[in-house]
């Protein structure tokens, strides 16, 4: 009985000790939150980095035809993310593989990653990515990502990219 009651008090005295360091993982991730954008906004946004486009003579595998990530500044520490993957007419899922925002003490120190999100996709040709996020002033930011692209479970096309920089 003595031995039942010691595993049993171990294996509490273990959770209380993991718990609290999960909550705290939590509070220091920030959760980006959905942002309504028109049109103009969105297209304000992704003006300040290179839309991709992919003509059909110069497709490696003929799923992504365009493609675009890029930041923008709201307030004093909102950052706003808007991105696009458009498939082909033939692509059954397109999205994001993984978007990472990172961040820089400055222009000197490398960058780190601030916060990932993963598999973010539509079972459609196309997604539109549009996010906002409170981040913490004294950095400069951008956002990584992949693209993704699938026709079928053999084709399936991923291109990287980067966004533009900004200071907060």
Not at 1 to 11: A, E, G, P, Q
Not at 19 to 44: G, R, S
Not at 111 to 117: A, E, K, N, V
């Amino acid at each position: 009985m003595k031995r039942i009651f010691l595993s049993v008090f171990s294996v509490i005295m273990v959770m209380f000790t993991l718990v609290p360091t999960a909550f705290a993982e939590n509070e220091q991730k920030p959760e980006w939150q959905d942002l309504i954008l028109t049109q103009e906004e969105f297209n304000a946004i992704l003006a300040n980095n290179t839309i991709h486009t992919v003509d059909e003579e110069n497709r490696a595998t003929g799923l992504i035809s365009l493609y675009a990530i890029a930041i923008s500044k709201s307030g004093t520490n909102t950052l706003n993310i808007a991105g696009v993957t458009t498939g082909t007419a033939d692509v059954v899922k397109a999205g994001f593989k993984e978007v990472i925002v990172q961040r820089r003490v400055n222009s000197s120190s490398a960058w780190t990653d601030y916060i990932t999100y993963k598999d973010l996709y539509w079972d459609t040709g196309s997604y539109v990515l549009t996010k906002s996020i409170t981040v913490p002033t004294g950095y400069q930011y951008r956002v990584t990502c992949i693209h993704y692209a699938k026709k079928n479970i053999f084709s399936v096309q991923k291109i990287d990219n980067v966004s533009n920089v900004l200071t907060f």
